[in-house]
């Protein structure tokens, strides 16, 4: 495979419609999508990708019915704890990225724990989102600026870069993604990465996430690799044609 992205980050959708059509409750469907996470890291491994980073738990999803969240909180301190070996065999290093004020101390605790570690593990960056919206990630890194600017002598009128503000943004030394995969046929970006996403190509499948495995993986990058990224230049440019 040719044009490997550096960075691959997935919206993991349809877990709830993928249990209806079973005729099973949603968190069923939310168990089932562990699996795809695990089939996704270890492509990612496997396929020499260098940060994979997965939507697993949105700011606006708080606003869900208060069973289904707690539901989602065990699961996903228990795949922590489970998945531990997957991620030492494959040499994944874990990061969380989110609103960590707003989950329960259990799970900061086993986040933390993983963290530390997998920190030295060389390979893949697996990065979890959670309690994360793009908006509050660029709000949060403003007020971090103003904080900044409040405790120095620098004066309050220096104005803001964008480096400046990609330094404080909670994906601070990650590089943009390449590639945004959704799945279950949404067409949207639902509050995700919103700065970092400015040049990411999109890939949209129809397949629900709990059936998303490494063969359609392959093909979201199959299909990247067949993209041109232009910035804004021109398709002759980019081909060094003149
Ligand atoms: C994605 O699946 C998982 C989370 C948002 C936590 P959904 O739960 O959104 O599944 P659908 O969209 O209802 O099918
Ligand atoms: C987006 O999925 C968030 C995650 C996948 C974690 P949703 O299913 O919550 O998105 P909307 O609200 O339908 O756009
Ligand atoms: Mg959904």
Redesign the pocket.
């Known amino acids: 495979m040719s044009k490997i992205p550096k960075h691959v980050s997935i919206i993991?959708?349809?877990?709830?419609?993928?249990a209806r059509g079973r005729g099973l409750e949603?968190l069923a469907?939310?168990k089932a999508?562990v699996e795809s996470v695990r089939a996704a890291t270890e492509f990612a491994a496997e396929n020499g990708i260098g940060y994979l980073s997965l939507f697993?738990?949105?700011e606006e999803?708080w606003n869900r019915p208060q069973s289904e969240i707690s539901g989602?909180m065990e699961l996903m301190i228990d795949a922590i704890i489970n998945e531990r070996t997957t991620l030492m065999d494959n040499n994944v290093r874990f990061r969380a990225v989110g609103d960590m004020s707003r989950l329960s101390k259990t799970l900061v605790d086993k986040i933390s724990d993983i963290e530390a570690s997998t920190s030295l593990n060389g390979g893949l960056v697996l990065i979890i989102f959670l309690s994360y919206s793009g908006r509050w990630d660029i709000i949060n890194a403003v007020n971090k600026y103003i904080e900044k600017l409040r405790g120095s002598v620098a004066s309050m009128d220096q104005p803001v870069t964008a480096e400046c503000l990609e330094n404080l943004l909670s994906t601070a030394g990650i590089p943009d993604p390449d590639l945004l995969i959704r799945t279950?046929g949404?067409q949207r970006i639902s509050n995700y990465m919103l700065w970092q996403c400015a040049y990411t190509e999109f890939y949209f499948t129809d397949v629900?996430?709990p059936d998303f495995r490494k063969n359609d993986f392959k093909r979201a990058l199959d299909t990247y690799a067949d993209r041109e990224r232009r910035y804004g230049k021109t398709g002759d440019q980019i081909n060094k044609i003149n």
Do not use: P, V
């Open positions: 993991m959708d349809g877990n709830g419609r993928w949603r469907g939310h999508g697993a738990f949105s999803n989602l279950s949404e629900l996430w």
